[in-house]
Every structure is written in C-alpha cells, then in structure tokens.
C-alpha cells in the first residue's frame, strides 16, 4: 500500500480459516516480528478463563458494540454464532502509516468487508490437512462444548467453500513450513 507522497506504507494482511484449522498459533508466532502488529478485535462474548481485555480481545457489552458501529469505529464486524466481533479502524490506519504488517484474524464475513475496502489487502485462507483434523484441534483444545464443535464444524464446511475469494491458500500440516510459507508470501525474510 502507498500514501499520496508515493512512500510505501505497511502492509494489511488477513488470515483466516476455519476454527481449528491453527491461524490463532500462526499469528501469534508471526507477531514476534517487530515488523507485524497484532489486531485486537472487540468482542461481545464473555472473556474465557486464561484471555485478558485488551490483549487478546476487547471484551464489550452488546450496547458498547452498537455504539462503535454507530461512530463508524471498525472496518469490519459480524455475528459469529451470536457474539458480535469487530475490527477497529483506527489502530489499523496507524500501523499501515508506520509502515507495519497489520494482521488480521478474522472470520470470513469480516473478511470480505475489509476486502471490499481495502482491495490492496493479502488475503491468506488457512486450510487444515485433512477434514478431520478440525475435530480433533477443537477436541483437543478443551475449550467448548460438544454442541459448539458441531456448529463450528458445520459452519467450516461453508468457509472451506467461500475460500476462493482469498488471493493464497496454505495447508497447515506442519506449523513450522506453513510460517515458511506465509513468511516468503509475505516478504519477511530475515
């Protein structure tokens, strides 16, 4: 992306794929580069045991949330099996500015958003190896109930279908190679 001055600024890059499928671990290690900075998203979902406001989400009332979409704060926001998440527009100008990798993780409704908006966006849809691995990561995470695993799992099957407007696609078999991959998509070689 490039400001009118012709200096070239950060880059905004979106990362999504089906729950399970790891993109929560590949951002967290693409964010010990200095040069990649982290979206927060605003949630309206209660924080879980081990998530602090702030750093991993902006945990708000149903009524905060209505409010920011008013003011036009976010780039993007959907409902997510009924908890509303949202993409905050400022932080995000600000580090495109600065000249950083601003990641985003989010769903692909959101996704589509910022696509509309921002169509210079690297757009990166992470696929799991087989479709029976999703169950096993959700399982094994211990996170949520059996009821919210089906409706993820369900929900991933019409993701893996609407991941054809993504501009790459990588399989994450092995965490170490799919960050190779991203990293060389990306252009942040050491």
């Known amino acids: 992306m490039s400001n009118d001055n012709g ?5 905004l890059v979106i990362i999504s794929g089906p729950s399970g499928s790891g993109k929560t671990t590949i951002c967290r290690e693409l964010a010990k580069d200095p040069r990649v900075r982290v979206s ?4 309206t979902r209660p924080p879980r045991s081990q998530e602090v406001n702030g750093q991993d989400y902006y945990f708000v009332s149903e ?4 409010k920011k979409i008013k003011e036009a704060s976010f780039v993007e926001h ?12 400022k932080p995000l100008e600000e580090a495109i500015e600065q000249g950083l990798i601003y990641l985003l ?3 692909i ?3 589509l ?5 921002y169509p210079d966006a690297i757009s990166i849809f992470i696929l799991p190896p087989e479709e029976n691995v999703l169950k ?20 991933a099957k019409g993701e893996l279908q609407s991941s054809s407007r993504y501009k790459y696609h990588v399989v994450n078999d092995k965490l170490e190679e799919t960050l190779d991959e991203i990293c060389r998509i990306l252009e942040l070689k050491n």
């Open 7 to 11: 200096k070239t600024n950060g880059k």
């Open 40 to 43: 927060v998203s605003v949630t």
């Open 63 to 66: 009524r905060e949330f209505e």
């Open 78 to 89: 959907a409902r997510y099996l009924g908890t509303l998440y949202g993409t905050l527009r």
């Open 105 to 107: 993780e989010i769903d």
């Open 109 to 111: 409704q959101g996704a």
């Open 113 to 117: 958003q910022v696509i509309e908006g």
């Open 136 to 155: 096993k990561r959700l399982t094994g995470r211990n996170t949520d109930k059996e009821l919210d695993i089906t409706k993820r799992l369900e929900i």
